[in-house]
């Protein structure tokens, strides 16, 4: 059985034919470039943090359980602590008082990280989107990756989100113009923390990830 | 140099070496070309549960928890002693079942002092 080098390129624009690749591989010859192996290993090894925030994290936890076995897909570790953690799983209603928290431990996470919104509440408010102390979604203030809807989505569900960030991964690239956030020097890695307001949490939404939509009456 | 006896071992010296530096330096090697550090004030505050920490983290204990610590000391290496002592009991020559007993009873002593000295009454 042999065994193919990458090529020397890193691999940003392979040339190789995707199906002469699979007939390589049949006969035991790999071709593989960096930047494929290093989507592969961290997609395979996504670590989410360990918090749950409402009701959907319930779900969260059954999946991580040995019916639904979350660690088929390499992310059974869910970390106590936001410096190991690669994946933030926002699952629940995210209060207006919890949200400056959220957001906080999300700036501490290291580098490249994602979130996932788990459930009605992460990702609009929900049922409770009327509420005065509900945060209409947590994409005012953080990048999300994956949304998922449901009141709670049953354990597939996360795992379809999982596999969908999966893919993402597998699609990113090292460099060029369309690399992600965390590969930019210039790109920023902060996101400010929004404080309790008056009224409201100050500011109401970070412009970066969000744009308020305009209501035409 | 080489014809010397100590040659292989300077080999697998470096080759200990390279394997414990080599992915270090790999890594940081990556990390300079493709992930370029964010430092940022909160990223690199101390706590991790989502709220600024306060105060300070060099709290003094008060020492009179010294009572606590030789109570539970006597009660956790008595128990200890007492199962493995009470398996063998039947087996146990006379010379050992006294070296046990006064191990036993000095750990009783302990018992007795602070007993006397009115700790174990909840106050």
């Not at chain 1, 040339?15 to 690749?21: A, M, R, S």
């Not at chain 1, 494929?36 to 009701?55: D, I, K």
């Not at chain 1, 989107?129 to 709670?152: A, E, F, S, T």
């Not at chain 2, 006294?98 to 302990?110: K, N, P, R, S």
Request: aromatic share 12%; charged share 15%.
């Amino acid at each position: 059985m042999g065994v193919g080098e990458g090529s020397a390129d890193l691999g940003l624009n392979s040339n190789i034919d995707q199906n002469l690749k699979i007939e390589m591989g049949k006969q035991g010859i790999f071709v593989t470039t960096i930047e494929e192996l290093y989507n592969w290993g961290r997609r395979s090894s996504v670590w989410p943090m360990q918090f749950g925030l409402a009701c959907c994290a319930i779900e969260m936890i059954a999946t991580t359980m040995a019916r639904y076995d979350l660690a088929r897909f390499g992310a059974e570790v869910f970390r106590p602590s936001p410096r190991q953690a690669d994946l933030m799983i926002v699952s629940g209603t995210v209060t207006k008082k919890m949200a400056p928290q959220v957001v906080r431990l999300y700036n501490q996470m290291a580098e490249p990280k994602y979130v996932i919104a788990m459930g009605a509440c992460a990702i609009s408010g929900g049922p409770f989107k009327q509420g005065y102390n509900v945060l209409k979604g947590i994409d005012r203030y953080i990048p999300v990756d994956v949304h998922i809807p449901g009141c709670p989505p049953r354990p597939e569900a996360l795992m379809e989100a999982f596999m969908t960030l999966q893919k993402k991964i597998d699609g990113q690239s090292l460099t060029g113009e369309d690399r992600p956030r965390y590969h930019d020097a210039e790109a920023t890695g902060e996101f400010p923390v929004p404080e309790p307001g008056e009224h409201d949490l100050e500011p109401s939404s970070n412009p970066l990830v969000w744009i308020t939509p305009v209501v035409i009456r | 140099m080489v014809s010397g006896s100590y040659f292989s071992l300077a080999v697998l010296f470096l080759g200990a070496l390279g394997f414990g530096l080599a992915p270090l330096g790999l890594a940081w090697l990556w990390a300079r070309v493709f992930a370029p550090p964010k430092p940022s004030a909160i990223k690199n505050a101390i706590y991790e549960c989502g709220l600024e920490s306060r105060g300070d983290a060099w709290v003094q204990f008060r020492s009179a928890y010294y009572l606590y610590a030789i109570i539970f000391l006597i009660f956790d290496v008595e128990a200890v002693f007492l199962l493995p002592f009470a398996v063998a009991f039947t087996g146990l020559t006379a010379g050992a079942c006294l070296a046990m007993l006064v191990f036993v009873l000095l750990l009783v002593e302990g018992l007795v002092w602070a007993w006397a000295k009115g700790v174990l009454t909840w106050a």
